[in-house]
């Protein structure tokens, strides 16, 4: 893994055209912004990790036959 | 209060063709992370399955979640929402009630799991919901369910 040091203001680019800019940093969070062509997805670990284990947890019905359930009502 | 026949319904994978109530439908902003494109849900509840339910998607039928409710998986768990999310959930206070629940899912061995990372928060009165994904890494995205 590259680790490079950066203060508050200061940026680094990643190939051609994304800039990864350090906006604040105070006790154990950094507030970053991000300037990066529309088409690449920036979101955090997290998302994705959900996504993927979102992916999976629609497996799950498939292995269940039931019988017809009734929609809650709001309260 | 409509006839059944007047009832919207959708052909699902799981339970056949399901009517289900308008006043029933929620709308999820922003989807689900890997099914950004789901927006509309329907939560069932079935007395066989209890606690567990199942969140329907009313717009691709073989889409279904099974689900607990968090404090059924973990009694101490406190669910933690940003800015974002309570917008997206219209909550305008801290203290309106949510319905939180964790997703299941299933390992290779047939375990089961919850995703306690990123609760399914449901505001009933306002028909909305969010997949909030915590910012701390307290819980896992796979908790293990002991039964």
Known sequence: MLVIRRRVGETLVIGAD???????????QVKLGIRAPRAIGVVRKEIRTVGEQNQAAAQLVKQFKNPRPK???PV | MHSFAQ????HTEQFGELHYDEASALLFPRGLPGFEQSRRFVLLDNPDFAPVVHLQSLETGNLCFLALPVRSVDPDYETILSEEDREALGLADADQPTVDLALLSAAQDGSLSAN????????LAKQRGVQAVRFDSRYSHKEPLCS
């Open chain 1, 71 to 73: 929609p809650i009502r």
């Open chain 2, 116 to 123: 306690l990372l990123a609760p399914v928060v449901i505001h």
């Open chain 1, 18 to 28: 994304i800039e990864v800019e350090v906006l604040e940093s105070g006790g154990s």
């Open chain 2, 7 to 10: 009832m919207p319904s959708i």
